[in-house]
């Protein structure tokens, strides 16, 4: 977001003047499509096919030019490396979840490091996502589920979700307390804080009908960082479960409402985040077994 937000400042466009190229990597990115369509933006007609090849045209693409590229989700250096390409004139920004990955490519100085929301702002959070506009009327409850949740912003918005849904307050804060999921962030070593996430994804799970579970674990069959259309999520619910397009949809609705989906209107697609994409994996048996 804050990324998104930089990009977005006019003194940031007019500073580059050449361009602001959005890139999301992830943890399969194809690199060379990705190097042939900034180059593409900067008017050239690309003919390498190696990332060594796509590397040395936007070196030389860049050389005298002002442009800022945006390496969104960036898991692994070399990845980064394949757009350490800039002139003087431009810059590289990353988001990465791996501090040492940002000091490997440069100073320690140049790393800035996301804290979470204060206390306020998480109030705020859990707020809006319960629907509520009154911030003075979240109960005590409300704020023990906050200290459940460590204030991180995905568990607030799931557990809000829930509130939405019709769950209450004591309910809610009974299952984050029961469901110690301690066997799921063991599978998680290096990142201990994502323990109360995982509560959170599977106390808002638990609270779908059966039926709803078998249909959100589904999901985990579509690509991490594309989603899915709506045509595709209802094809592939007609085929498990015989529902209809009006039924698939609706249902899509109840996930977003829950926080458990990221509905892109514009786009007409459903994407996950990144942990309750790997929540919904661990729920299927095997990847070939969920994709046949």
Not at 12 to 20: H, K, L, P, Q, W
Not at 27 to 46: H, M, S, W
Not at 91 to 105: E, K
Not at 245 to 260: G, I
Request: charged share 25%.
């Amino acid at each position: 977001l804050l990324a998104n937000a930089l990009a977005r400042r006019p003194e940031i466009r007019r500073e580059f003047a050449d361009g602001v190229f959005w890139l999301t990597l992830g943890q399969k990115p194809l690199i060379v499509e990705l190097q042939r369509n900034v180059a593409k933006e900067l008017g050239d007609t690309p003919l390498f096919t190696t990332p060594e090849g796509g590397c040395e045209r936007l070196r030389e693409l860049l050389k005298d030019r002002a442009a800022l590229l945006i390496l969104d989700d960036t898991w692994h250096r070399e990845h980064a490396e394949a757009f350490n390409v800039i002139g003087p004139r431009c810059r590289l920004l990353l988001t990465t979840r791996d501090a040492g990955l940002v000091s490997a490519l440069s100073a320690k100085e140049n790393l800035y490091e996301v804290q979470l929301p204060t206390t306020a702002e998480a109030r705020a959070i859990l707020a809006k996502a319960a629907g509520m506009e009154n911030l003075c009327a979240l109960s005590s409850d409300a704020t023990s589920v906050i200290e459940e949740c460590e204030r991180l912003p995905l568990a607030l918005a799931l557990c809000g979700g829930m509130i939405h849904a019709g769950t209450s307050w004591s309910d809610l804060l009974e299952a984050l307390r029961d469901h110690d999921l301690k066997f799921l962030s063991e599978a998680h070593p290096a990142e201990e804080q994502h323990a109360n996430v995982w509560k959170a994804i599977n106390v808002s799970v638990r609270a779908l009908k059966k039926w709803e579970r078998k249909r959100f674990a589904e999901l985990a069959v579509f690509a991490l960082d594309t989603g899915a259309p709506e045509a595709a999520i209802e094809t592939l619910w007609e085929h498990t479960a015989g529902l209809t397009s009006r039924y698939a949809r609706e249902l899509l609705r109840r996930f977003t409402a829950r926080s458990l989906v990221q509905w892109d209107e514009v786009a007409g697609r459903m994407t996950l985040h990144d942990l309750v994409h790997g929540f919904a994996i661990g729920m299927t048996p095997t990847a070939s077994q969920a994709h046949q």
